[in-house]
């Protein structure tokens, strides 16, 4: 049996925070502002794959109103989801991203966000996907700057 899930996530730039993306600390002025580390990727994967499994939302398993998930890593949160998969009996056949940031340009961070990500999941690298693409400067303020989106699609087979 296969399943397929679908993951979205957005989060606003600010001041003061760490920018983290797929578990990677990345060099920029402004972070993601969210009840966690605001892992925008991480967290479109996590709610990937508990649509593929029909568990819900990580909204709905790590609330922001619970002070255990205040400032934790999404990577934990990640593997935490894929305990879940395992005990559903599936396995992770590919994971495919998207993250949608005008500002900042990521393309030299891809090959370690991929590392990082696959590793986490427990899949071979060439299963893991991380593109990273703009708006062309359509979206997201004037300067580009105002939040990150990602999206993830996985397939799980049983």
Known sequence: MKRI????DIHRLVEGR????????IPFKKGLLGHSDADVLT???CDALLGALGEGDIGEH?????????HISSFILLKEVKKLVDSHGYGIVNVDTT???EQPNLKPFKPKIRALLAEALGIPLEAMSVK?????G?????????AIVAHA??????
């Not at 359509?138 to 105002?146: I, S, T």
């Open 138 to 146: 359509l979206a997201f303020g004037p300067n580009g700057e105002e």
């Open 43 to 45: 967290h479109a994967i």
């Open 18 to 25: 760490k920018l983290v993306l797929g578990g990677l600390e």
């Open 5 to 8: 899930g679908i993951g979205y």
């Open 99 to 101: 993250v949608i940031a």
């Open 153 to 158: 699609i996985v397939l799980l087979s049983k």
């Open 132 to 136: 990273a693409k703009t708006h062309e």
């Open 62 to 70: 790590f609330p922001d109103t619970d002070a255990r998930y205040k």
